[in-house]
């Protein structure tokens, strides 16, 4: 096959993605951003050297740029194409999560920007479809987004008023995330629990809970794009822990091979411009996930964005979900607190041996979990106050401030 495409930052050409003959993607620099440009990635440091299809480090990296399980496979029977990472990035990659735009070779990357304006019916239709967007635009003019993750989620351009589709390749500036078949109290608890680590001072995205009709969905502000002051969208380059460390996305959990906590805080540790604030934001994160029962903090809810400069550090949280307080879902642990991954089994030895992997000084590991705990049990009763002053009774909360408020009085004992 002798498929190209091109890899733009901004208007500038990185490189080429092709592919073999069994669909594995390799990468190669262009030789004027060799001589320019920045890695973009930890895992492709700048090289004339032609990443290769057969090694998978480049298919790697942006096999974790698409859409996976349910979220993959209606975007593939909408679009009718083939399941193959190659074609999807080809069809969907103008508009990925961070800076980098994937074009068919033919077409060349632009700063003029185009959008489609969405009625409220509109918007309606796109919330019960679960983020499709087929029958809004031509395929001539359809949007080529591309977000990772397993929810539906559609990306727009929102003006503080309106709802605007990107057409092309044009950037957008926020999510919304939807209702899941089965599970439709997740926006709520997503939105619930996003506030309640914001008063930790955990630095997490920023989110508003909508509502249209009977559905609730989440419209989120995307940190890795800036409105410059003539209103022009700058986009901010990112990758995931998954790409950062060279892991397949369907191994994202520690348990299916994927990395561990120890090797994201080692990393960060590593490449942060500030690796004392983010070294500690991380262990809060990871604190935070097991006193508030998110038990889907994996290396793909983890990122590394990367500033003006390309200097590296820990991106907002997000997707902070009590999946405790919904049944049938697996309440293991994404990463393991010192190899045990129940938390109904994490014990004073468990934090121990984590403090002593990741080089943490025990005392303080100690301290830092119990004021966490003690501000939590403070702050949960407010913070679900505050919800329904805005959005009315909310019942399903209740199992979540149950659920939290029994974690942290256990963790305090």
């Known amino acids: 096959m002798s498929d190209i495409l091109n890899v733009w930052y901004n208007e500038q050409l990185v490189g080429k993605l092709f592919r073999n003959a069994i669909d594995q993607i390799g990468f190669h ?90 009625t409220d019916e509109d918007l309606h239709k796109i919330i019960l479809r679960k983020g499709s967007t087929v029958g809004f635009t031509t395929e001539k003019n359809r949007p080529r987004l591309s977000l990772a993750g397993a929810q539906d989620k559609c990306a727009v351009y929102f003006d503080g008023k309106h709802y605007f589709l990107p057409k092309d390749a044009a950037p957008s500036t926020h999510i919304l995330k939807f209702e899941v078949t089965d599970y439709r109290h997740i926006p709520a608890y997503e939105y619930f629990l996003t506030q309640l680590a914001k008063t930790i001072d955990l630095p997490v995205v920023n989110c508003e809970l909508k509502k249209s009709d009977a559905h609730y969905f989440l419209l989120i502000e995307r940190y890795d794009r800036i409105i410059q002051h003539d209103k022009k969208i700058q986009r901010l380059h990112q990758e995931d822990f998954c790409q950062a460390l060279g892991v397949n996305h369907a191994q994202k959990y520690q348990q299916e091979g994927g990395p561990s906590f120890q ?94 992997t990741c080089k943490i000084g025990k005392p303080y590991l100690k301290k830092f979990i119990q004021q966490i705990a003690v501000d939590l049990m403070d702050n949960i009763t407010i913070v679900k106050k505050q919800f329904e002053e805005m959005h009315g009774a909310y019942p399903a909360l209740l199992r979540v401030q149950m659920m939290v408020t029994k974690r942290c009085k256990k963790e305090l004992r």
Do not use: M
């Open 29 to 118: 620099y262009d030789k004027k951003w060799v001589r320019n440009g920045f890695s973009i990635s930890q895992q492709l440091p700048l090289t004339i050297i032609e990443y290769t299809p057969h090694e998978g480090i480049a298919h790697r990296f942006f096999a974790n740029l698409l859409p996976e399980a349910n979220a993959r496979r209606h975007l593939i029977r909408d679009l009718k194409i083939s399941n193959s990472d190659f074609e999807l990035l080809k069809t969907i990659g103008g508009e990925c999560a961070g800076a980098l735009s994937i074009l068919p070779e033919n077409h060349v990357a632009t700063v003029k920007t185009h959008y489609q304006k969405l």
């Open 263 to 356: 090797d994201c805080f080692q990393l960060i540790r590593k490449i942060s411009a500030k690796p004392l604030i983010d070294t500690e934001n991380l262990l809060k994160w990871q604190i935070f996930n097991v006193l508030a029962g998110n038990s889907d903090g994996h290396a793909k809810n983890l990122a590394i964005i990367y500033d003006q400069q390309q200097q590296a550090r820990l991106a907002p949280f997000y997707d902070l979900v009590c999946t405790r307080a919904i049944e049938r879902i697996d309440s293991r642990l994404a990463f393991s607190v010192g190899g045990e991954f129940n938390p109904d089994r994490i014990s004073v030895a468990h934090w121990e041996n984590l403090a002593t």
